[in-house]
């Protein structure tokens, strides 16, 4: 049975294609038509997925997309009725910006695949979350929680699931908060206010609240409280996100936390402007984290559950994730490697799969690498063809060779197999380099990623070194796996990892299992033979503003406009021609003195 799952007209759109129960293919459209975080329709992606599994769009058995417009469409007019007449000039542009095409999606995808109409389903969006997280993830029971900004009304769910290995597969929703009630929207706002783009800038709070403290929590507190039930309701006094779509705060949240940032300014945490800035983040990443933290406690009581399967953007929250795994109750916490949004695909596909179609469940593959293989070939004849210095190597010397490359403080493009799904370079596509030093930092965020300064960069590390250098608790590792929880670096490791630790002395580590990416778990052990330290910096293989590379070409043009020195793709190795000139010239010069 093919069954595809399509996320589409919000942001980041994606496609999944589940062959027999098991997925073939899944790759966000930004991957293939190079704009980031591409809303369009992902024909490219559908493209690629069938092609991938051989198939033509009649060969398909259900086309499932990931949310309900009618619902949303329902959710759009009531919150404009509602807020009428202050809503009269914001309704069509909210119809536009939310809603686009949507509502005649049936319509859309039939004329683009040539699909029948009656082959075309539709999951509720926190369904699509709830699967994703929890049909993808290595446990047969447990709770489900998923949050986000809004999909049709849900912003939050609590429920729980179970699976039989080749029986039945059950998941039950049991509650949800609905619009315009939402920690997503709570974390967006601030997002807003603090000079980020929201939905795609969230982690840049996450990271900034580590500079700040949570002095202002009693204000966050204000925007947020909880209610008897258990459940939480925003103070809409302070939001405008439910009534305009040209800002999200009102003017009381300025009179609680004075003028928003100037998105144009950098932020200075030498002054008191940017330090307020940075306890604004802390403070409501706190309020975040507690209200996480206490639902998740109750879930874990009502289920007995070992298990909890997170998903929804909000589950990108790395540091929410390990307190949640510390205080909630439960003993391991499974976040997918695309929680949010483009993961839906996978999760509507394997709901229909599952629950729609009554299949037997099946063990899926654990890891998040289902897109297209890169060709290390491709990237020999591209150098070669621009003269720059080429070898195609084996396994071994390749190894050794970018493991030389890496302690020799060389920045290294890795670029292997089969293309990430989800937000994050988890072994694939890859900026690797040395993590020792603060300097090699400022170096990445000046010369390559153009960022800002107080962004830390993650470590990947062997899982059995893991425990050595970072302070991770038990169920830790599974969170850890593809980059879903903050950690501490130990203390006295701080100075030798100082790239990778932030100013908190935490690290988004991964914890790397050799089956996962088997080269990547091989030059980690090779450099800290060289070393005395298997830990690698690992940033996502992209400029500022740019998706992640995908194919060999976009990973050479990436290495050609900025100044990664090696780039690796398969078994090819390159040099940029500068530094290979230099490195025989160095070499004859020794050769001379010899
Ligand atoms: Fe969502």
Request: charged share 25%.
């Amino acid at each position: 049975m093919n069954i595809l799952g399509i996320s589409a007209h919000y942001h980041d759109s994606a496609a999944a294609l589940v062959v027999d129960g098991v997925p073939v293919c899944a790759v966000q459209e930004e991957r293939l038509s190079r704009h980031k975080g591409d809303a369009t329709f992902p024909l490219l992606a559908i493209e690629l997925c069938l092609e991938q599994a051989g198939i033509e769009p009649d060969e398909l058995d259900a086309v499932v997309f990931y949310e309900r417009p009618m619902l949303k469409f329902d959710r759009i007019l009531t919150c404009a009725l509602r807020a009428f007449p202050h809503s009269w000039r914001a309704f069509p542009k909210a119809m536009k910006n939310s809603l686009g095409e949507k509502v005649w999606m049936r319509g859309i995808i039939s004329s683009q695949l040539g699909v029948p109409g009656r082959k075309i389903l539709f999951t509720e969006h926190h369904q699509s979350h709830a699967a994703a997280a929890f049909l993808t993830a290595p446990t047969r029971r447990a709770a489900i929680m998923t949050a986000d900004a809004v999909g049709e009304w849900a912003t939050l769910s609590v429920g729980d699931g179970e699976r039989v290995l080749n029986g039945p597969t059950r998941i039950r929703s049991f509650r949800e908060i609905r619009f315009p009630h939402s920690l997503g929207m709570l974390y967006s706002t601030f997002t807003a206010y603090l000079g980020f783009k929201v939905n795609e800038d969230e982690y840049k709070v996450m990271g900034l609240a580590a500079y700040g403290r949570p002095t202002l929590v009693d204000q966050a507190r204000k925007l947020i409280r909880r209610t008897p039930d258990g459940a939480f309701a925003l103070d809409l006094n302070y939001f405008e996100f439910h009534t305009t779509a040209e800002r999200s705060y009102s003017s009381r949240f300025i009179e609680l936390f004075g003028p928003p940032r100037n998105p144009y300014e950098p932020i200075n945490l030498e002054t008191a402007e940017g330090q307020r800035f940075a306890d604004c983040a802390a403070s409501v990443q706190r309020v975040l984290e507690d209200t996480l933290v206490e639902i998740a406690r109750a879930l874990h009581q009502e289920t007995g559950f070992e298990d909890l399967c997170l998903g929804g953007g909000v589950a990108l929250n790395g540091v929410a994730n390990a307190r949640l795994l510390a205080e909630s109750g439960f003993e391991r916490i499974f976040v997918p490697p695309a929680p949010g949004d483009a993961g839906c695909a996978i999760g509507a596909a394997l709901h229909c799969d599952r629950i729609h179609f009554g299949n037997p469940d099946q063990d899926l593959p654990d890891h998040p690498f289902w897109g297209p293989s890169v060709d290390g070939s491709e990237l020999a004849r591209l150098a070669r063809e621009d003269g720059h210095f080429a070898v195609e190597l084996e396994e071994g010397a390749l190894i050794d060779q970018i493991a030389n490359d890496l302690a020799a403080g060389r920045i290294v493009g890795w670029m292997e197999g089969a293309l990430e799904f989800g937000p994050r370079a988890l072994g694939h596509r890859s900026i690797l380099a040395a993590p020792h030093t603060t300097e090699m930092r400022d170096r990445l965020n000046r010369e390559i990623k153009y960022r800002e300064a107080f962004r830390p960069f993650a470590p990947v590390v062997p899982i059995d070194a893991a425990a050595h250098y970072f302070d991770i608790p038990p169920g830790g590792q599974r969170l850890a796996r593809f980059m879903s929880g903050v950690f501490s670096v130990r203390p006295e490791w701080r100075q030798r990892l100082e790239a990778i630790t932030h100013i908190d002395g935490s690290a988004r580590v991964q914890v790397l299992e050799p089956a996962m990416a088997p080269r990547l778990h091989a030059l980690l052990k090779a450099y800290g033979q060289r070393t005395g330290i298997p830990v690698l910096l690992n940033t996502s293989f992209n400029l500022a503003g740019e998706p992640i590379v995908n194919r060999a070409v976009e990973g050479y043009s990436t290495f050609l406009r900025c100044k990664i020195d090696v780039l690796v793709a398969g078994g090819t190795r390159v040099v940029k021609r500068t530094s290979a000139t230099a490195k025989i010239e160095a070499e004859r010069r020794k050769e001379e003195v010899a």
